[in-house]
Structures are given as C-alpha cells and as structure tokens.
Nanobody, 128 residues
C-alpha cells in the first residue's frame, strides 16, 4: 500500500523559510516522479514543483510565484522528497500536497489528474 506522508508545515512570518518533507513508502519509487502541489482556500490545487526520483531532474511551475524561492530535492536513502521554501509570502499560504506519478513527461507535469498517489497535505500559513 503506497503512502505519502507530508510534514514540516506550520505558521511562519513573511520572509521566513520552511522545509516540507514527504515520506514515501509501500513500493519502489525509482521510476516515479514526485511532485508538490498546493491549494489555497477557495482556489484550485496548483502545481508547484516535481522531481525525477531516479535522475533528480527538477521542474518548477512556470510562473514567478515560486521560481527562485522554492527548491525541490530528494533523498533516495531515506525515501523522502523535500520542498525548501524561502522568502515566504502571505500568498504562499495553502495546504501543500505531495504526489507521485509513473513518468516524467515535462509537458504534463503540472496536470494533477496524472498523479497516481497523494498525501494528506500539510498546512503552511504565512503571516504578514
């Protein structure tokens, strides 16, 4: 049974940093892509970043909202994926979800419907 468990969320002041962690278990993820999504109240769940488990190639949302501030990484030995978030802004407030899919097709990485497994989410709140 595949499980993705996020942790590391919390309340932080604007300008601060958080590192989210996603613990993956239940299968071999070597051929998988791991992604981070977020969902703010009243908004659609949106793509943040993805990483190839095997090669470590990363891909970020094509917007100025996270580029240069967020970094995705993985630790194969610990079966964990991380999202380092720096210079946080109030608009980063959302529930952040970890997800997994079987391929790394860059043209479709932002499509949440193509991810097979999801975690329960972790709340990030950034105060102004």
């Amino acid at each position: 049974q595949v499980q993705l468990v996020e942790s590391g969320g919390g309340l932080v002041q604007a300008g601060g940093s958080l590192r989210l962690s996603c613990a993956a278990s239940g299968r071999t993820f070597s051929s998988y892509t791991m992604g981070w999504f977020r969902q703010a109240p009243g908004k659609e769940r949106e793509f943040v970043a993805a990483i190839s488990w095997r090669f470590g190639s990363s891909y970020y949302a094509d917007s100025d909202s996270v580029k240069g501030r967020f970094t995705i990484s993985r630790d194969i030995t610990k079966n964990r994926v991380y999202l380092q978030m720096n210079t946080l802004k109030p608009e980063d407030t959302a529930v952040y979800y970890c997800a997994a899919r079987r391929d790394f097709t860059t043209a479709t990485l932002e499509r949440k419907d193509l991810y097979d497994y999801w975690g329960q989410g972790t709340q990030v709140t950034v105060s102004s």
